[in-house]
């Protein structure tokens, strides 16, 4: 594999899988696209990845990473795969992006984006106009939400619901979680409460405040109960 490229940020199928509350297996299958049992055909990938699969391995980019959050969106909506291709070719073909749902028109424009890709779908959740406007509102742009766009895509992702303290940047860690005043991961404030025993005492050894100690201990433990059940 190799060495993964500033900026883009770099994920394993299970880390991103983790980000996302979803089991590796079926964002694998949207990534790199899979083989019906038997070899009585076959299903593309969704999208091509940030990063070549022959000459990278299976990891995947920052961008990667937020189309399947809004495709996870479409599919809590009820829509199948079939239906989610559909959109996302259409959306691709519209704003010229391999990665269409990540783009800054698709944050800015995407209710009208969205109606435009739903005339070109056939599906009855798409088909009523009441029913696209529900769709987007109910499912797709709260898949937005946490996500700081610059002039043409996502940047960044906050990872805890109304908080500036816990985030994925590609250009910081390589995406990975990290508390957004230091650079420390979550992943290591988790380690470091065992040695250290209380949140407070973790703070005061990094030198941040408690609360983004707290946030990140939160969000580890739901990534964590979540993968348990």
Known sequence: MTTAHYGVGAYTIAEAARLLRMTPTRLRRWIYGYEYEGGEGSQPALWRPQYDPEDDGQLIGFRDLIEARIVEGLRRAGFGLPTIRSC???????????????????????????????GTVEDAVMYDLRS?????????????????????????????PGRRTIVADPERSFGQPIVAA?????????????????????????????????????FERDLQLRKAA
């Open 182 to 218: 230091s650079g420390l991961l979550t992943s290591r404030v988790l380690q470091e409460l065992k040695a250290e025993g209380t949140p407070e005492r973790v703070a005061k050894l990094y030198e941040l405040p408690v609360r983004s100690i707290r946030d990140a201990l939160r």
């Open 88 to 118: 996302i070719t259409a959306a691709r073909e519209i704003l010229g992006d391999e990665h269409p749902f990540s783009t800054t028109a698709f944050k800015t424009d995407g209710r009208k984006l969205f109606l435009d890709i739903a």
């Open 132 to 160: 696209r406007q529900r769709v987007f509102r109910d499912f797709v742009l709260p898949s937005l939400s946490g996500l700081d766009f610059g002039p043409d895509f996502a940047e960044r992702w906050w990872l805890v």
